[in-house]
């Protein structure tokens, strides 16, 4: 499995924004579903956002109406803009996706990015 690449983390000051990106052949054509998931430093990973084969998105309660997660299929990649960002959304940022094999969803081999850091200062 070729591991997924993710870009556009950074620092920003509060209320700014950032778009993180998350692509590999074949990322979203081979996937039945798509993740960003976070860990700040101390805690443990949390989930982010999902997208789904049917375009269906879920947000945390903490991210919801600030992030957008979408995919572009044909540049194989998976995205999460951030808008109105917090300090507490400090926090190590890795893309996930659960792959078809033999046209099932296979849930139990989700694969995980190298994860990027986003900083929000105050």
């Known amino acids: 499995q070729v591991q997924q690449v993710e870009s556009g983390g950074g620092s920003v000051q509060a209320g700014g924004s950032l778009r993180l990106s998350c692509t590999a052949p074949?990322?979203?054509?081979?996937?039945?579903?798509m993740y960003w998931y976070r860990q700040a430093a101390g805690k443990q990973r949390e989930w982010v956002s999902s997208?789904?084969?049917?375009?269906?998105?879920t947000y945390a309660d903490s991210v919801k109406g600030r992030f957008t997660i979408s995919k572009d299929n044909p540049q194989n990649t998976l995205y999460l803009q951030m808008s109105r960002l917090k300090p507490e959304d400090t926090a190590m940022y890795y893309c996930?996706?659960?792959?078809?094999?033999?046209?099932?969803?296979?849930?139990?081999?989700?694969?995980w990015g190298q994860g990027i850091q986003v900083t929000v200062s105050s």
């Open positions: 996930a996706a659960d792959p078809y094999v033999q046209g099932h969803c296979r849930v139990d081999l989700r694969y």
């Open positions: 074949r990322f979203t054509s081979a996937s039945c579903g």
């Open positions: 997208s789904t084969t049917n375009d269906s998105t």
